[in-house]
């Protein structure tokens, strides 16, 4: 109850649709009801009766109060998926706009498939038991209640004869249901693993094949295929074995009705029409008594969808606006860190340990370091993306979090070492930041970034629609629109995270001598692995295990002949060097 009372505020306001689509349920199981009364009326008054003039009338009227319950089955089941869908229609947006500002630490344990299928299956679990569920749940007492009702009113022996086979049916449809639930479970939880594996594999296409391993994949879809079917041939079986156990027992207390009940016709106890009302009663509870677990099921499976959306919407948006942000149009861009410590919460300690620098107004700030070291983690505190468990990060003289989010992240320009391109077209990936901005302002990023003249060679040009991920481009390409996408922003801070290391020696020269010109004065901070990246930085952290072990500049560095980054230089230049050597005893030869 809880979780419906959680999500009240998405279909209370269409209340007025739920209450429509109850009242004119009123109506049909009313009438659904009436069908035997008539039935009786017809036969005991009409044609026993020997009143066969009544007979057009009788038909007239059976006509008539169809034709009301086909209208009103239509009002019911219209307001009904009103109900259900304009609910969902806000749970869905509120849910999306939820996951657009979830922190990055909910995304670093969140699993696509799994949110895929919460905003998808579980919407519609919810919405099935909004648009019908409940209705088939207020029908079945509604009709059963009814029903009995009438039964009684005819003759309290026959009703109660007719009841006696009704505990039997409860047990196997209760046992139907213990045995169902399960089994549905299985179905979506291999269907989950299956689209999991489709998604995945999808994703992963590049390792797939760059590794060969399409039979291997093939073999583990299939195996999750088969899981499925097997789920559903179990399932078909239960459904199969069950159903004409309930048939069954329905039928058997058809044939008690008909015996007792022919008895007391035959002793004029029971009027012949009454016995006939009473079969078509006995099917209206039967029916909905068959029914019960599929109703049962239903509340239980969106009972478990509601908890699963309300997980989303109560996650915690630790990262948001405070009261007094404020909202600045251009940053200076000046970024100091204090003493700045942060650890993800997870069972490996500190990411970053005592961090303090400070990068004045169009600095360039280079930061090596082995894997894991932290250079990554600086750059998203810088952005925001985590809050530091101790220290301060200061935007020109203001603590970021004094900022609104929008207007600090729409400072920073982020080029990754592998880019996201969404499956638009290029001048809508670059514009992505900056929807407002005319071609020729995305021209002149594009061109500033080196990207204006291979786009121009596509045949479509800044029209062209790129693959998902940005498929149909080189990596280099990919790149330099990620590189226009992040500076037609105008940052005032640019973070470069190992932004060429995906790519060639030539691609690399080229984005290098475009970032040249689109670093000129923006603070930047350059992630890279190679010293050839950040070698010109006004200022090197070299960072070791969360804690900057040298600083300075690469010339100042590489005095220091054991230190950390002299190794790190001996290694790359040495290897170089060695290349050049190989590669001249090559020529000599
Ligand atoms: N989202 C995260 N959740 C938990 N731990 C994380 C997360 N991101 C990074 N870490 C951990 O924090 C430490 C620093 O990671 P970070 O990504 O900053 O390193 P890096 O120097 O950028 O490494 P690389 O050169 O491989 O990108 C590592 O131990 C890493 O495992």
Known sequence: MKTFLRLKQFYWPYKKYFLGSILFLFFVTAITVVYP???????????????YNLVPYVALGFIGIMVIKGIATYYHQFFG????????????????????????RYYDNAKTGDLMSRLTADVEGFRFFLSFGFAQALNLILLVGLSLGIMLYFSVPLALLTLAAMPFLIVVVYR??????PAFKGIRKSFARLTTKVQENISGMNTVKSLSREDYEIDKFVNNNGDYKDNYILTSNIWARYFPLMELIGQICVVMLLGFGGFMVINNQLAPGELV??????????GPLMNLGFIINTFSQSKASGERLVEILDENEDIKDTEKAITVEELQGHV???????SYGTEDGEALKDISFDAPVGRVIGLIGATGAGKTTITQLISRFYEPNHGEILIDGRDISEYSIQSLRKNIGVVLQE??????????????GFPEATLEQIQDAAKRSDAHEFIMELPDGYDTILGERGMGLSGGQKQRIAIARSILINPSI?????????????TEAKIQAAFQEVMKGRTTFIIAHRISS????????????????ERGTHEELLVNKTGLYRRIYDIQFKDRETLVEVESKKVII
């Open 37 to 51: 009364v008539i039935l009786k009326v017809t036969i005991d008054d009409v044609i026993l009766a020997g009143n």
């Open 534 to 549: 950040l070698m010109h930085a006004d200022e090197i952290l070299v960072l070791e295990d969360g804690e900057v072990r």
């Open 336 to 342: 100091q860190f204090r003493h700045v410590t942060h």
């Open 81 to 104: 998926d009103l109900f259900g869908i304009k609910t969902v229609y806000e749970l869905r947006n509120s849910l999306y706009k939820k996951l657009q500002y979830l922190p990055f």
């Open 494 to 506: 640019l973070i470069l995270d190992d932004a060429t290391s995906a790519v060639d020696m030539e």
């Open 277 to 286: 009302a009473f079969f078509s009663l006995v099917w209206y509870i039967i």
């Open 176 to 181: 139907f249901d213990k045995e169902v639930h």
């Open 419 to 432: 880019s996201f391109l969404f499956s638009c077209s290029i001048r809508d990936n670059i514009s992505y």
